[in-house]
Each structure stands twice: as structure tokens, then as C-alpha cells.
């Protein structure tokens, strides 16, 4: 998130404290209507809908939300502040994107918290068409182009991050070729550019289309976490077994697909039939090998220290703030252990 981006969503932020018109909604009930007395219906906001959400949308095709007595109604808000936004004022139950959302307007005075990890890596990979290009160092990258997606997002942040590290600077040493999210294969494969930093699938995209992995963010940086259920601290005072209920859903889907990656690969060709079935297939295999999705809802202390740690160093954070501060951590491992994690 860059500084501009931060001062819109802190005025966002700022306008939903402020819509107290918005009583009606916070407080609507999670019982639905037409789902029985026991089930309780809960909205979740996504930012995108994005193969990295796959454990998400497996707890919906495998009943684990109903099983669980929870009717579940997914809407896409198209960015992490307007995803954010829509559970901070009410219109959603929980927001799923990025995590740091919830230090963040902490900070602000907002009373959140991450109730379970979705995305446990940083999901961005360096891919290569000339093949005697093996990696991206120093050398490979002086001189080159690298498409990926347009500032702010999060591929254009390490884009930048992985140039200056090497040592080079952007826009001197190298040129950064700014993409709409679907469309940065493109300039790999007709020649304007020489590496792509990117997500599922289309990683295994332009794997078979003969281009090659030369570097892993998820091997790089660890455990680190990306993409989390987040809500307010009153709705989880008011409603905290449906919290509960829902956390332990996505636990569920987290052990299964591990286990079963064909049910999970099922789950892709359902949510995202635009892509062939071979993609999805070493696309749902790479997310589970490199870890990128979690085998639980509990995130460890390391990687939420590391994401922070990117916060404060970019300006987004004025200090470092814990785990227990802004994590459900016991619900978390009750989960956890409910969903058999």
C-alpha cells in the first residue's frame, strides 16, 4: 500500500465511523429466512475473486458452511479497501483480503481483529520465456523489463521491492511494465518484456504456454502472511459462535484440500471454469506445495511479525504491533482444532 493509497483508506475509514445512518445494518440478524431457525447467515467480502481465495470457496462446495449451520452469501468488492470497508461499516460480516487492514485502522481507532489466515505466502512468482534465463539476480534483471500489475497493488510493491534489493534502481536499471490484473502475460509472450511477476494460474498459464518459474516469493520470504477473515470486535462480542462456526468452516476446507487435492481441483474448475482443468491442476498443486495455502487458521507469530515489519518499513504503520493485539489468537487454535487442523 503506498502513502496516497493509505490516505484514501484512512478517509474511508473516517466516513464509515461516521454513518451512523448505518445502525439499522450492524445490527440486522444472522438468522436466515429461509435456511431454518439454526442457521445463521453471514456476508463475506472479497477483495477479488482469485484463485488464492480456493479455500474459501471449498468450504462453500463441500458444506462445510452448512454443516456448520452457516448460510453464506460471497460478494466480490474488487480492491482490500473496499472489501474492508464494507465489514467496517456493517454491509458485510467479515472482509477477506489483505491482513495488515486491521493494524491499520487500529491505529485509527477502529476495533477489528483477523479471526483466521486464508493466503499464509506471499503468491507471486518471477517467470521467464528465454530459457537460459534461470533467475532473477542483478545480472538477469540490469537492463530488463519486468511486467506485472499497476502500483499500488501488491505485484507492483515486490516488484519494487525485489528490484531494490538486488541493488538496482527502478526505471534506470530497470523497467517496470505496468499491467492490468489478467493481461501481464502478454507483454512476456509478444517480446516487450523479459520477466513477469505473477499469481495463479496464470503462473501455470505461462508454464504451458513454455515459459519458466525462475524465482518463488513463497520460498523467498517463508511464511508470511497474505490474505486473512477479518471482522469487528462487536460483532464477534454479539456473535461469536457464528465466528467460531465460520473460522473452523475455512479450517475444514484448509485440511481437505491438502488431503485431497482432487476435490480441491473440482472446486477451481466450478469457481473458475475459464481456466482448462491441466492449469488448475498445477495450479491448486503449487499453492499446496510451496504452502501458500495454510494447512491452518492460525497464523504463527513469525509470519505476522514479517508482514508488519514490510508496514512499518514502508510507512503504513507507525510502530510494530503484535499478534495478540490484533489476532483472535484462541479462537484461531479453537478453530484449528475443530476443523481438524
Given amino acids: 500500500m503506498t502513502k496516497k493509497t493509505f490516505g484514501i483508506f484512512a478517509a474511508v475509514l473516517i466516513v464509515v465511523a461516521g454513518l451512523v445512518t448505518l445502525a439499522v445494518v450492524l445490527n440486522r440478524p444472522t438468522t436466515s429466512s429461509n435456511g431454518g431457525a439454526d442457521t445463521r447467515r453471514v456476508v463475506i467480502n472479497e477483495a477479488a475473486r482469485t484463485l488464492l481465495y480456493l479455500p474459501l470457496y471449498h468450504a462453500v462446495e463441500q458444506g462445510y458452511f452448512k454443516d456448520a449451520g452457516i448460510d453464506v452469501e460471497i460478494i466480490t468488492g474488487g ?4 472489501s474492508f470497508a464494507s465489514m467496517l461499516s ?8 489483505d491482513p495488515m487492514y486491521v493494524p491499520i ?5 477502529s476495533q477489528t ?13 518471477g517467470i521467464a520465456k528465454d530459457a537460459s534465463i534461470t533467475n532473477m539476480s542483478e545480472t538477469t534483471l540490469r537492463g530488463k523489463k519486468i511486467a506485472t500489475h499497476p502500483r499500488p497493488m501488491s505485484g507492483y510493491a515486490y516488484t519494487l521491492t525485489l528490484i531494490r534489493n538486488l541493488g538496482l534502481e527502478p526505471d534506470k536499471d530497470v523497467e517496470i511494465i505496468q499491467s492490468q490484473p489478467g493481461t501481464e502475460l502478454a507483454p512476456l509472450f509478444n ?16 508454464v504451458f504456454q513454455g515459459a519458466h518459474i525462475v524465482y518463488s516469493y513463497p520460498q523467498a520470504l517463508g511464511d508470511q502472511i ?22 473452523s468452516a475455512i479450517q475444514m476446507a484448509l485440511v481437505d484440500i491438502h488431503q485431497s487435492p482432487e476435490r480441491a481441483i473440482a ?19 503449487r499453492l499446496v506445495d510451496e504452502a501458500v495455502i495454510p494447512e491452518t487458521v492460525l497464523v504463527t507469530e513469525d509470519s505476522w511479525n514479517r508482514a508488519i515489519k514490510i508496514r512499518v518499513d514502508v510507512g503504513d504503520l507507525k510502530q510494530v504491533t503484535s499478534r495478540s493485539d490484533n489476532c483472535t489468537i484462541e479462537l484461531m487454535r479453537q478453530a484449528a482444532a475443530n476443523g481438524g487442523g
Fill in 105 to 109: 485502522s487500529r491505529e485509527k481507532g
Fill in 267 to 285: 472446486t477451481g474448475k466450478k469457481r473458475f471454469p475459464q481456466v482448462s482443468e491441466e492449469v488448475l491442476r498445477l495450479a491448486v498443486q
Fill in 191 to 206: 517480446g516487450q518484456a523479459d520477466f513477469v511477476l505473477t499469481v495463479e494460474p496464470n503462473v501455470s498459464t505461462a
Fill in 79 to 82: 480492491t482490500a479497501t473496499n
Fill in 113 to 125: 481483529k483477523v479471526v483466521a489466515q486464508v493466503v499464509a505466502r506471499v503468491a507471486f512468482w
Fill in 90 to 97: 456493517g454491509e458485510a460480516d467479515f472482509a477477506l483480503a
Fill in 226 to 247: 497474505l490474505s486473512g477473515l477479518m471482522t469487528r470486535e462487536d460483532f464477534i462480542v454479539k456473535n461469536g459462535e457464528t465466528v467460531l462456526a465460520t473460522a
